[in-house]
């Protein structure tokens, strides 16, 4: 017979198991971004080739600074557009760690074809396609006691799945606003321990000139994912197009995932090279992770003729 020791590691084991699994499966949701606005193709293939730019993107986001193996985030966006066909081409790369022992990697192509609507007005249409990663490295797991690293009741092991994925969007767009929409993971109709649910994505951007030097980009965004919202409103103010900052916020819809959120962002542009942080300040009183949350925004134009 197993001793009442013996039988409580056991127990113990298999409650780290399902923290564990239980975990991944709540963070297994698409990458909250706070500058993304800048980049969408991550989240909308309808946004390739929104300019006749190569740009070149790079994100990277500290989250909860001060807890052990937080979340952190990298994303990579590269996207040309080709007047000839009308067609936007992009690759997206992205990776999420959640903690000690969860990763998951996504990559993929887009594809946008545009349609002019008229002279000032851009409806683009957005198809990607790619592979997600996903992993549990179970070895990773600390142990209090020593002694448990030697049972046989724990899984040593790494877990890997390599799935397809897909997304499709809609974007249009003028000189002055862009509204858009899209839905990712579209071969998943529910979230797994190594899979993505199906995500809505919604937004609406403006940008509005105050004077000869200042602008505002008022901005909207909605997430739907398995019961879970995620609105954000905010705004910017550009100075002469070279520097930039403002503040957005996200309420709280009793989501200990994704609490109550004030973003502070500040940036500039210049020669085409663009640079942006932000900070993620936590609120309410139910949010018991730490208060913080770091970006930075790395991108760049190589310049192409044309007159788009």
């Known amino acids: 017979m197993l001793s009442i020791e013996m039988m409580g590691k056991r127990l113990y084991i298999l409650l ?55 979340p952190k985030t990298s994303v ?40 002019d609507l008229s002279e000032r007005c851009v409806l683009s249409l957005g198809l990607g396609s790619g592979v997600n990663i996903a ?39 003028n000189p002055l606003w862009t509204v858009g929409a899209s839905m990712t993971h579209l071969l998943n ?32 965004s909605f997430m739907y994912h398995d019961r879970t919202n995620v609105i954000e409103v905010g705004s910017l103010a550009f100075y002469k197009c070279l520097f930039w900052g403002g503040v957005s916020w996200r309420p709280d819809f009793h989501d200990k995932m994704n609490p109550s959120m004030l973003v502070f962002t500040l940036g500039f542009e210049k020669s085409r090279f663009r640079f942006g942080y932000s900070y993620d300040l936590g609120l309410g009183s139910e949010n018991l992770l730490p208060k913080s949350s770091h970006e930075i925004l790395l991108s760049y134009g190589i310049a192409k003729k044309g007159k788009r």
Not at 77 to 88: C, D, L, Q, R
Not at 192 to 214: E, K
Request: net charge negative.
């Open 16 to 70: 780290a198991l399902v923290l564990a699994s239980s975990a991944f499966t709540a963070n297994a949701q698409d990458l909250l971004l706070s500058q993304e606005i800048f980049s969408r193709v991550n989240k909308n293939p309808a946004a390739t080739g929104n300019s006749n730019d190569i740009d070149i993107f790079l994100h990277g986001r500290i989250q909860w600074l001060g807890l052990d193996n937080g």
């Open 76 to 115: 990579l966006n590269v996207t040309n557009y080709v007047e000839k066909i009308k067609s936007g081409f992009g690759l997206s790369f992205s990776y999420d760690c959640f903690g000690v022992a969860h990763t998951s990697t996504n990559a993929k192509l887009a594809y946008s074809f545009q349609l």
């Open 135 to 173: 992993g549990i490295d179970y070895t990773q797991n600390t142990f209090d006691d020593a002694r448990d690293y030697g049972s046989n009741d724990y899984p040593w092991e790494k877990k890997m799945e390599l799935s397809p994925d897909f997304d499709f969007g809609v974007e249009l767009s």
């Open 189 to 220: 109709s529910e979230t797994t321990t190594f899979r993505t649910g199906r995500h809505i994505y919604a937004y609406w951007t403006s940008l509005f000139p105050v004077s000869d030097n200042f602008s505002l980009s008022p901005t909207v």
